[in-house]
Each structure stands twice: as structure tokens, then as C-alpha cells.
């Protein structure tokens, strides 16, 4: 059974930093591309960040240097680390892993909030 398990989400205070995890079990970590998605209240969830198999790496353009994707695949994890945060940047956010080329493949995380005040 596929598991993704997000740590690391909370309240800041805007220019504050987070570091969001998330644990992957019941897949071989490695294979898959990896992603970060956020969806704030009223919006569609969107995409943060991610990072194929291979180790390319995408951001949004909002991110703007400000967010760091990461991921190790012997601990089966990855993670963002969210810098000079923004009330903007307050969301669910997810993590989501997919294989290439399966679409059936696809899995995500049960979310966690961010919130950042003012």
C-alpha cells in the first residue's frame, strides 16, 4: 500500500520559513518524479515545485528563489523549504509522486496547512 505522510506545515509569521517533508512507503522511491502542489482556500490546487527521476528540477515562477525542492531518495523522502514566506503563500499544500508513463500511477500526500499571518 502506498503511503505519503507530510510533516512540517504550521503557522509563521510572514518572512518566517518552513521546511515541509514528505515520507513515501510502498513505492521504489527513486522511479518516480516528485512534486510539491498547494491549494488555497476558493482556488485550484496548483504546483509549487518538483523534481523528475532523473533530478530536473521545476518552480513555479511565484516561488521566485524563495522555495527550495529537495529529495533523498534513500530515506524516501522529499522535501520543500519554504524562505521568506508571504500571507499569498498560505495553503494546503501536497506532495505527489507519479511514474512516468503510468498515469495510474499517481499518488498524493493528505495535505497539511501552512498558514502565514500578517
Known amino acids: 500500500q502506498v503511503q505519503l505522510v507530510e510533516s512540517g506545515g504550521g503557522l509563521v509569521q510572514v518572512g518566517g520559513s518552513l521546511r515541509l517533508s514528505c515520507a513515501a512507503s510502498g513505492i521504489t522511491f527513486s522511479m518516480y518524479h516528485v512534486g510539491w502542489y498547494r491549494q488555497a482556500p476558493g482556488k485550484q490546487r496548483e504546483l509549487v515545485a518538483a523534481i523528475t527521476s532523473g533530478g530536473s528540477i521545476n518552480y513555479k515562477d511565484y516561488v521566485n528563489g524563495r522555495f527550495t525542492i529537495s529529495r533523498d531518495n534513500d530515506k524516501n523522502t522529499m522535501y520543500l523549504q519554504m524562505n521568506s514566506l508571504k500571507p499569498e503563500d498560505t495553503a494546503v499544500y501536497y506532495c505527489?509522486?507519479?511514474?512516468?508513463?503510468?498515469?495510474?500511477?499517481?499518488?498524493w500526500g493528505q495535505g497539511i496547512q501552512v498558514t502565514v499571518s500578517s
Open positions: 505527489n509522486v507519479d511514474l512516468p508513463n503510468s498515469p495510474s500511477l499517481d499518488y
